[in-house]
Nanobody, 124 residues
Framework: QVQLVESGGGLVQAGGSLRLSCSVS????????MGWFRQAPGKEREFVAV???????YYADSVKGRFTIPRDNAKNTVYLQMNSLKPEDTAVYYC??????????????????WGQGTQVTVSS
């Protein structure tokens, strides 16, 4: 059974940094795409970043240059390093994993397993 557990959310001032963690069990995370999504109140869940099973990374335009998605294969954990945070980054952040395909998926429908989410709040 695949399980994802996020941690690392919290309250941070604008311009600050946070690192979210997604601990994976039930599969080897580096063999599958690992994505990060976020959902703000009243909004749809949106794509943030993904690291493919080949190691390529892709980012939403809104976070490009500020967020990265490193991973620690030994710990079977994927991270979301968030720098230069803005109030509009406030949301519940989710990690997700899906099938290994040749297409990088940037919609929630492309992922089969989800974590419980962690709240990130950026104050102005």
């Amino acid at each position: 059974q695949v399980q994802l557990v996020e941690s690392g959310g919290g309250l941070v001032q604008a311009g600050g940094s946070l690192r979210l963690s997604c601990s994976v069990s039930g599969r080897t995370s580096s063999d599958y795409p690992m994505g990060w999504f976020r959902q703000a109140p009243g909004k749809e869940r949106e794509f943030v970043a993904v690291i493919s099973w080949t190691g390529n990374t892709y980012y939403a335009d809104s976070v490009k240059g500020r967020f990265t998605i490193p991973r620690d294969n030994a710990k079977n954990t994927v991270y979301l390093q968030m720098n230069s945070l803005k109030p509009e980054d406030t949301a519940v952040y989710y990690c997700a994993t899906g099938a290994r395909t040749s297409i990088v998926r940037t919609t929630p429908q492309g992922y089969d397993y989800w974590g419980q989410g962690t709240q990130v709040t950026v104050s102005s």
